[in-house]
């Protein structure tokens, strides 16, 4: 029989405090989904008109190659246009892709006090945290999710403090994932008409974080988000989808047979990779790129799992639109700020669109 939860801090103790997440939730044998989970009507997916983004995933291998300019006028048009794409061929093993997979299911099957340990105010890693929904405290409905979350260092902290269940996986697939990255970085910087140097991708990249995203069955996945509307605040997003599906982004132009406003379907492709902008490359192009706004559906039927990498600058970094891009636009549209400042803002609200953006944006723009 299904605990009862007599009011809302006892569901949010479980949950939350407690470290059940919802997986336990799931587990003591809810047949409905509890009220605090309830988005309001107008934040609710429906999937059953959803567009698909039917367009083929951009072949990494042909970069280098006669094909090379066509490559790169691709992934620049993506990013400009939709702030998405799915990239074959990019250098990560699929059979580590579905070692991946795996493995965060295997990490979230345990019972509820192995990863409680990992609880924000009591995980024995500063590098290691593991949650639910985004920031609890303060939505105004929780998210239909589970994670763990893991900064990268170097690979001898990995390797010391991530779970063993998952840490030897997830940090190949980080290390494999990297050169991609950087490549896709300097094509994107290179397009703006800037001149690449090693330090300023590293600025852009420097701090890493992979996270394993867990979604339990749902009850009644019309009533609830996997995740809420939100932009990426880093510089890329390197993602792995599993065979479910479920992520849906906001097209801001009238492209891909959507019209403004609509919210199109990422459909998964056996062995590719989504590659999505963040904030920090809308910022140092100044508005060029877009980091869309994205969110994702629960389902009743499997439980899903997402694996991104995050690629940002070190909070230290100072970020603001590249000087070459602002010269040839005329107009500076953010500001310059610590990155830090920036990472404070955004872990401190809960998932309201692109309003983690206003935060760089200059009045003046």
Known sequence: MAPSFADGNS???FVVRDGNGVKGLVDSGISKVPDQYIQPQQERIDNQNGISHKLPPIDLSKLDGPNHDQVVAEIASAAEKLGFFQVVN??????LLESLKDVAHKFFAQPPE????YCKGVSPSPYVKYGTSFVPEKERA???????????TNDADALNHWPNECKEVALEF????IKMVRKLVEILIGKLGVTVEDSRI???TGFKMVNMNYYPACPNPDLTVGVGRHSDMGTLTVLLQDGIGGLYVKVDEDIYAGRKGDWIEIPPIPGALVINVGDTLQVASNGRYKSAEHRVRTTSTQSRVSIPIFTTPKPTEKIGPLPQVVETDGVARYREFAFQEYMNNFFGNAHDGKKSLDFAKLDSA
């Open 174 to 177: 980080l290390n494999t994932s």
């Open 114 to 117: 192995k990863k409680a340990i």
């Open 202 to 204: 590293d600025a852009l």
């Open 142 to 152: 929780l998210e239909w999710k589970d994670y763990i979350n893991m900064v990268y």
């Open 90 to 95: 990019h250098g990560v093993p699929v059979e």
């Open 11 to 13: 569901l949010f103790d």
